[in-house]
Structures are given as structure tokens and as C-alpha cells.
Nanobody
Framework: QVQLVDSGGGSVQSGGSLRLSCAAS????????MGWFRQVPGKEREGAAA????????AYGDSVRGRFTISHDNAKNVLYLQMNSLKPEDTAVYYC?????????????????????WGQGTQVTVSS
């Protein structure tokens, strides 16, 4: 079993930056697919950024590409999402997700159903 704890959310003005963190604990050994998803009430959860942590393969959603950067620290078991040039439409609850199955990278890194473990979410609010 893997536990994920999201943190780093907050309130920022348009154009500002935030860095989200996701700490993993439990049975964390093995190959990991990890990603960040966001959701606004009443709308579907969408993939923002994801990575295969073994070789740093990454994927980004069209709406965040060029502004967000996903990274990880294997030694500390922490996933990061650096968010720059934030826009009001980035306002959402952000969730980190992880999966240890070998096929996770082939199922689609930005597909929510590819992930077994999820964090509790952290709120990001961008004001205009």
C-alpha cells in the first residue's frame, strides 16, 4: 500500500508561481508512474502533468504546457509540480497520483484510470 500526501497549495495573483509537493510513503519500491491532476467542482478531473520516474519521461496537458514543470526526487520519495505564470483558470484542487504496475506508463500517463493511489488534494486559487 502507498500513501500520498499533497501540499503546497495556496492563493496567488495571476502571473504568480507556486510549487506543489507530494510525499509518498509505505511500499514505495518499484517503478512509479506519478502525475498531477486537477478538478473544479462540477467538472471532470483532468491530467495536468505526469512522469515515469525511472527515466524521467513526462507528459503535459495542452493547457499547462510551457508553464508547469513536473519533477521528482527518488531519494526523498517526493514529487513536485512547479507552476509558473498562473492564470485564474488554473484554480482547482490538485491531486497527485501514483501507480506501481509495470503497464501504467503504457495506459496513458495523463489518464486518471491509470493510477491506483491518490493524494487528498491541495487547493490552488489564482485571482485576477
Amino acid at each position: 500500500q502507498v500513501q500520498l500526501v499533497d501540499s503546497g497549495g495556496g492563493s496567488v495573483q495571476s502571473g504568480g508561481s507556486l510549487r506543489l509537493s507530494c510525499a509518498a510513503s509505505g511500499n514505495t519500491m518499484g517503478s512509479y508512474c506519478m502525475g498531477w491532476f486537477r478538478q473544479v467542482p462540477g467538472k471532470e478531473r483532468e491530467g495536468a502533468a505526469a512522469t515515469y520516474t525511472i527515466d524521467d519521461r513526462t507528459a503535459y496537458g495542452d493547457s499547462v504546457r510551457g508553464r508547469f514543470t513536473i519533477s521528482h526526487d527518488n531519494a526523498k520519495n517526493v514529487l513536485y509540480l512547479q507552476m509558473n505564470s498562473l492564470k485564474p483558470e488554473d484554480t482547482a484542487v490538485y491531486y497527485c497520483a501514483a501507480d506501481q504496475r509495470e503497464e501504467c506508463a503504457y495506459a496513458g500517463l495523463l489518464r486518471g484510470k491509470s493510477y491506483k493511489y491518490w493524494g487528498q488534494g491541495t487547493q490552488v486559487t489564482v485571482s485576477s
